[in-house]
């Protein structure tokens, strides 16, 4: 079958799920989707993508089903539910998970799929709102070599940085070390700006000259200037990074490893939730220093 007359079904256009589909259909691809709110995919239904009821439909229908839900559980329920899309999938089509999920899990969808003679990726992106928007994600991507790299141009559509990590579930392994970093940075930038303030130095001018130095890191660079503007509007949720630093501390767990920046880390964002920051953007845990 050629690539471009595959149908590719896509559950879940949130915050960056809507721009991944909408390269999809730019690219010409006959993209089906579902989402939990119908009002939320009106404008990519304006722009040719297809409406399917539930995604047991969008299962049935598509070549490639892609999944960018919020949590494990959400993703359980998807591939291994009642009426689940493992269920549905026709025999030689391709499930890829966006979401950033257990690594186990992954592999259980992995071998559930298997024997369903389904192929199975989990690839997990990082890059937020504006990586999403400008196609340039870094996809981190576990399964079967044949099966990624029969979907390699799919995935260069979507992201700047492509990486077959390994087996099933390598490609939650590699964001929950995508996550660790960000989680102990988070704090450095936020302490950063927060300094920059109560010394009185002007932040967009400290922001210039320590961007390009070692300071340098995509939280500052993309980051911060929302810090300074006030700007806490998600690219990527809190109460998803919290879901997402909770598993990486249980993978660590189970590898018996210390990590004690990400312990704080998830301290800190908790207490933001806790203020009612849930569904603010990352960004936001300025908030909790600034008490």
């Given amino acids: ?104 899990l992954a592999e259980t969808i992995f071998m559930e799929a298997k024997t369903r003679g389904i192929h199975s990726l989990d690839a997990p992106v990082s890059g ?20 990624f790299e029969s979907v390699r141009p799919i995935f260069e559509i979507l992201g700047s940085n492509v990486v077959l990590q390994g087996k099933a579930g390598a490609g939650q392994h590699t964001k929950m070390c995508n996550q660790i970093t960000i989680a102990s940075n988070m704090i450095g930038v936020s302490e950063a700006l927060l300094y920059a303030k109560k010394s009185g130095l002007d932040p967009d001018k400290v922001l210039s000259s320590i961007t390009t130095g070692a300071a340098g890191s995509w939280s500052l660079s993309n980051l911060v200037p929302r810090m300074i503007k006030g700007d806490f509007a998600p690219g990527f949720y809190v109460k998803h990074f919290i879901k997402d630093l909770k598993i990486a501390l249980d993978s660590a767990s189970e590898m018996d490893m210390r990590t004690p920046g990400l312990e704080l880390a998830l301290s800190l964002y908790e207490e933001l939730a806790a203020l009612g920051e849930g569904d603010s953007g990352t960004q936001a845990l300025i908030k909790v220093l600034e008490r």
């Fill in 1 to 104: 079958m050629e690539i471009k007359n595959q149908k590719i079904g896509f559950i879940g256009t949130g915050v960056m799920g809507k721009s991944m589909a909408r390269h999809l259909l730019k690219a010409g691809y006959e993209v089906l989707i579902y989402t939990r709110t119908r009002s939320k995919a009106d404008d990519l239904l304006e722009e040719g993508a297809v409406w399917v009821e539930n995604p047991a439909g969008v299962a049935k229908e598509a070549d490639i089903v892609m999944t960018m839900v919020g949590y494990p559980s959400d993703v359980e329920e998807l591939y291994l539910g009642k009426g689940a899309i493992l269920e549905n999938m026709k025999e030689g089509t391709i499930a890829i998970d966006f979401t950033t999920s257990s690594p186990k």
């Fill in 128 to 147: 937020g709102d504006i990586g999403a928007q400008n196609g340039s994600l870094s996809i981190m991507v576990g399964g079967d070599e044949e099966t």
